[in-house]
């Protein structure tokens, strides 16, 4: 029997991503139309960016808490939580929860270093890039990592959260990523890591100047790992 993968939503279109990518490419693993028991429990993303956008993440670790016990109710084996953003306050709870937790920037980082990238580009929420939930683990691991300047910082965060968790796709948005992803390997970076799980819908490899770590695709993969 297969592990039951509980899925912490925070953003819609990151979560419904993260979830497909499981349920397609499990049958690569468990045999066609085959996957793993998927529960997911949302909370609106209203009540998360209350606390987060008011840095209160003792609070937003118990909202998180509170999905997680939900689905430990259901079944689940393990959580995961694809929303890098939220990850702050996962990092409050995970020895406090019912059930463990994958981490996404753990997972993310180690894809990183098999890879053999050295300085990683981070791209995500103005919160997330300018958080603490990507650098300690990149210095854990040896590996350099870079943020964009000030401007294409709030950018990025403007088209997130205006147009990414709506699930609009703009050309024109793809082409201010593909600059400021270009701008990132101007300054050394060997690989820029999409650490939004909106970024992957709007940025593929095709696109980018820079080979990229999909965060939610690399997420949905551990934890089919984890559930065989």
């Known amino acids: ?5 509980g899925i912490v939503a925070v953003s819609a279109e990151g979560a419904a991503l993260c979830y497909r990518t499981i349920c397609a490419e499990a049958a690569a693993i468990f045999g066609p139309h085959n996957h793993p028991e998927v529960t997911m ?12 956008d008011a840095g209160r ?20 084996d393990f959580l995961i939580c694809p929303d890098n953003t ?28 098999e890879r053999g990238y050295r300085a990683v580009g981070v ?29 294409d910082r709030e ?18 948005a793809r082409a201010e990523f593909v600059s400021i992803i270009a701008k990132l390997k101007k300054r050394g970076c060997d690989a820029v890591a999409l650490s939004c799980t909106e ?9 980018s100047p820079l080979p990229t770590l999909d965060s939610t695709r690399i997420l949905a993969r551990a934890a089919l790992r984890e559930a065989k």
């Open 57 to 76: 993440w003792e609070d937003e670790a118990h909202l998180l808490l509170e999905s997680a016990h939900k689905l430990a109710q259901a079944g689940a």
């Open 86 to 113: 939220a990850h702050q306050a996962v990092d409050l709870i995970r020895q406090r929860t019912p059930i463990p937790w994958l981490h996404i920037a753990e997972e993310v980082v180690a894809v990183a270093r």
């Open 123 to 151: 791209l995500g929420t103005r919160c997330l890039m300018e958080g603490p939930v990507y650098p300690k683990r990149f210095q854990d691991h040896g590996l350099g990592h870079m943020i964009p300047d000030r401007e």
């Open 41 to 52: 429990h949302t909370v609106a993303l209203a009540r998360h960016m209350e606390h987060i």
């Open 199 to 207: 970024i992957p819908l709007l940025i593929e490899d095709r696109d």
């Open 1 to 5: 029997m297969s592990k039951h993968i």
């Open 155 to 172: 950018r990025i965060n403007q088209i997130i959260f205006d147009e990414l968790v709506y699930g609009r796709l703009e050309e024109r």
